[in-house]
């Protein structure tokens, strides 16, 4: 169904405590793809019921109650779309709208062509109660209809109305029935439905040429449904060439209202206001084999028809028939080779008009072709010209084609909006990765920047700790090893040190070859920036033991340094913006890393002194080492931390450590002497083994 039932369960939901957040939960819960309430929609039954028992379940309200205040609030919609003049222009009382809401509905099928059409039928009972049947397919919806006739009621007409579901669509049933108990004002006044004495001044009588020219669709039948008169254009679409006679119930079948059957007792006591859509049996049809015979049944035969004043009936020998010899001159080839092909695919004639009772025992229709479309033209055989230029026909064929184009176009303007708006979601989204993949590899501010066009200029930072850190013996393993698993070690290697750079709130700068530079200190400012980077660099050593050297299965080493210092600081470059440090810090520290030990942690005199007076770090006085460009540089070596005593300290190992050895006994706080020459002899052994191993190769 279209989303006139969704409208009016989303406006419900909407006066609901929290009704915000419902909504939401709703939306994700049902799992419509786009808008959940669009009026113009066509929604799945299974989409409906998923939308009902959602709402149900979330609200704790049965789903009769939910569809009742579905329908209750159903008018919101209508009156947002546009459609609540047409509820107006239907009737000044609430029974008049009732009364011509199939007119309406059918109006909609242009609009909405997927709509199953359902059926009012008001009467005033003996009560002054107002009864309601509601034809509906299917199941219908009795419970959303309850809430929409109140809405209708009191919104359009003020009117407090009590519904009671009288009766209940049985299996083989066609209609519900609603009991309403409203005052004397839903109904229309006693003046307006007798104008006995308005109906005398009229007095024209009509000859049969007049009829046919203003009603060649009509038909006419007796007492016993035996045609005795017809219009011209509606007697050329019958096989026969003259079906005055014929059964008219065996030609016509009346679609609304619904479950009318064609009976002259039935037809007798319709109220002349309601109208009558009637369709002429497919068997009944003009085709392709008698093609000949419609063109020459549009034009040659003349209404035999009564006199709508005085009832006589005229006698068919009065038609005048021209020869088919005189017809087949007025006609090209070529229209009779469209009427030909527009026989061929004659389904049915659909006509929309109304039933009067002529004279006792006589009933006559009348009423034009329903078209809304130029292919329903082309389908039924019908042009222009054969409507009558009175009838409402013509303004129905173009309205309804004006509105299918209208609705053609809201759909696919909705359909655009939807496609635009998924677009944005996925702009958004890739927005977000690009702004990811930016701050991952600049800081935050500089991205930000760069996001708005702009180039920050370079800066100067007084106080920055820069890290080193670079894999031992990486030359070595990229002369033995694929370059495929070189790098698979290393990216597992950056990777964890990604995550640990990003938990003590460092900055990558970048990564070369094997070599992984940290900064603390910019473009942010941090007072502790040495301490952070103490505790960086600590969980690198510790978490490189995590990787192993495809050379010899064995746990990599990393050799780091650390210095601290000023520098300068900027992006370099639009194209591929980098993230720049320069000055004699950043050359030191690498410096500083290259003539580090692996395993180990060297740090610089300067970086010492960065350190807070009272802090938990353990180091020690590596003594003096050959820098170059610079000589007799004093280092040190970050063992650990007292609050981390159950991490191994962050030892060399290497052998060249005499002149720290007698350091390490003395500074070290939470290892004994005892411990800490067994573990300056394990190194110096192993350092020997390796080495006499490589002197027997």
């Not at 033995?480 to 698979?488: F, N």
């Amino acid at each position: 169904m279209y989303g006139v039932l969704h409208k009016g369960l989303t406006t419900w939901l909407l006066t609901l405590d929290e009704s915000g957040e419902l909504l939401q939960r709703v939306e994700d819960e049902v799992g419509i793809e786009g808008t959940i309430d669009d009026f113009f929609r066509y929604y799945t039954t299974q989409q409906t019921e998923k939308f009902l028992q959602v709402s149900s379940k979330l609200t704790n309200t049965p789903i009769a109650t939910c569809m009742m205040n579905a329908g209750i609030h159903f008018l919101d919609g209508v009156l947002e779309s546009g459609y609540g003049h047409m509820l107006k222009a239907l009737g000044d009382t609430f029974f008049d709208l009732l009364d011509n809401l199939d007119s309406l509905h059918e109006s909609f099928v242009p609009s909405f062509p997927e709509m199953k059409i359902s059926s009012f039928r008001p009467r005033r009972g003996d009560d002054g109660t107002m009864i309601v049947a509601y034809f509906s397919e299917g199941k219908g919806l009795p419970e959303f209809t309850m809430g929409a006739l109140k809405a209708c009621a009191l919104h359009l007409f003020g009117l407090e109305v009590d519904v009671r579901h009288t009766m209940k669509k049985k299996k083989d049933g066609n209609h519900d029935e609603f009991r309403l108990f409203v005052d004397a004002s839903a109904f229309p006044s006693a003046d307006a439905l007798d104008n006995v004495g308005l109906k005398e001044l009229c007095t024209i009588d009509m000859s049969k040429d007049i009829v046919n020219n203003l009603l060649p669709w009509h038909f006419a039948f007796d007492s016993d449904l035996k045609l005795v008169s017809i219009g011209h254009e509606l007697s050329g679409r019958l096989h026969a060439e003259n079906p005055i006679g014929m059964d008219a119930s065996e030609i016509f079948t009346i679609v609304r209202p619904v479950a009318f059957h064609f009976d002259y007792e039935t037809l007798s006591q319709l109220d002349e206001t309601v109208g009558m859509t009637i369709v002429i049996k497919s068997k009944f049809l003009v085709t392709r084999s008698t093609s000949s015979a419609l063109s020459n049944a549009l034009n040659t035969i003349q209404s035999q028809s009564l006199s709508l004043a005085d009832g006589s009936r005229r006698d068919s020998s009065a038609s005048l028939t021209p020869s088919v010899a005189s017809f087949s001159s007025a006609f090209s080839d070529a229209d009779m080779k469209k009427n030909a092909e527009l026989a061929k695919k004659l389904k049915n004639i659909k006509l929309h008009g109304q039933v009067v009772q002529l004279h006792d025992g006589v009933i006559g229709f009348f009423g034009t072709p329903t078209l809304r479309s130029f292919e329903e033209m082309e389908m039924q055989g019908v042009e222009l010209r054969q409507m009558p230029l009175h009838s409402h026909a013509r303004d129905v064929l173009f309205g309804s084609m004006f509105l299918s184009s209208s609705a053609q176009n809201s759909v696919l303007v909705d359909k655009k909006l939807a496609d635009l708006d998924t677009t944005m979601i996925e702009v958004e989204e890739k927005k977000t990765q690009i702004d990811s993949l930016l701050h991952s590899i600049l800081p935050p501010v500089v991205a930000n920047s760069l996001a708005l066009g702009d180039i920050p200029p370079a800066e100067r930072y007084e106080n920055v700790t820069v890290l080193f850190a670079s894999v031992y013996n990486f030359s070595l393993i990229t002369s033995e090893i694929p370059a495929a698993q070189v790098m698979g070690m290393l990216h597992e290697l950056f990777v964890k040190f990604d995550d640990l750079t990003e938990k003590h709130g460092c900055y990558k700068v970048e990564t070369n070859g094997d070599a992984y530079v940290v900064a603390c200190g910019c473009p942010e400012e941090h007072p502790d920036h040495a301490e952070r980077m103490a505790y960086l660099a600590i969980d690198m050593i510790q978490i490189a033991k995590e990787v192993t050297s495809p050379l010899d299965g064995e746990p990599i080493h990393v050799i780091i340094g650390m210095h601290t210092g000023s520098l300068m600081a900027g992006v370099v470059g639009r194209a591929r913006p980098r993230y720049c440090l320069f000055g004699d810090t950043v050359n030191f520290t690498e410096q500083l890393a290259r003539a580090g030990l692996p395993g180990a942690i060297q740090t610089s005199y300067r970086y010492v002194q960065a350190l807070p007076e009272e802090h938990p770090l353990r180091i020690v006085a590596r003594g003096h080492i050959n820098i170059e460009g610079k000589s007799n540089v004093k280092a040190f070596l970050l063992l650990g931390s007292t609050y981390d005593e159950d991490i191994e300290a962050a030892l060399p190992e290497q052998t060249l450590m005499s002149d720290i050895a007698p350091r390490l006994v003395d500074m070290t706080i939470s290892t004994s002497e005892r411990e800490l020459e067994d573990r300056v002899a394990t190194i110096l052994a192993s350092r020997g083994q390796r080495l006499a191993k490589k002197q027997l190769l």
